[in-house]
């Protein structure tokens, strides 16, 4: 069992920025971050590998999401820029053993979820 421990959600103004971070418990072959609007499904945003050397971002969040991973820190980053009030959402860290396939990722841990609110 992987325990992932995220921080870093807020209040920001649309145009913004926010850097949520993800600390695993254990070792998995992937981490990513996926987000859930109220009343919306939840939806994948991003994934990087254990070592850091292959992402995966979803078409729609290309260009102002950015993920990281800090091998000393074991510490997984979303810098998120340019943010817009449809950006707000409840934002979970994720990670597993397998990679995405397409638009899709079936993580096996989940955090608890880090609120991101983004003002007009």
């Known amino acids: 069992q992987v325990q992932l421990v995220e921080s870093g959600g807020g209040l920001v103004q649309a145009g913004g920025s926010l850097r949520l971070s993800c600390a695993p418990s254990g070792r998995t072959n992937a981490m990513g971050w996926f987000r859930q609007a109220s009343g919306k499904e939840r939806e994948f945003v991003a994934a990087?590998?254990?070592?850091?050397?292959?992402?995966f971002y979803v078409d729609s969040m290309q260009g102002r999401f950015t993920i990281s991973r800090d091998g000393a820190k074991n510490t997984v980053y979303l810098q998120m820029n340019s943010l817009k009030p449809e950006d707000t959402a409840v934002y979970y860290c994720?990670?597993?053993?397998?990679?995405?396939?397409?638009?899709?990722?079936?993580?096996?841990?989940w955090g608890q979820g880090t609120q991101v609110t983004v003002s007009s």
């Open positions: 990087i590998s254990w070592s850091g050397d292959r992402r």
């Open positions: 994720a990670a597993g053993r397998s990679w995405p396939s397409g638009n899709n990722w079936y993580p096996d841990y």
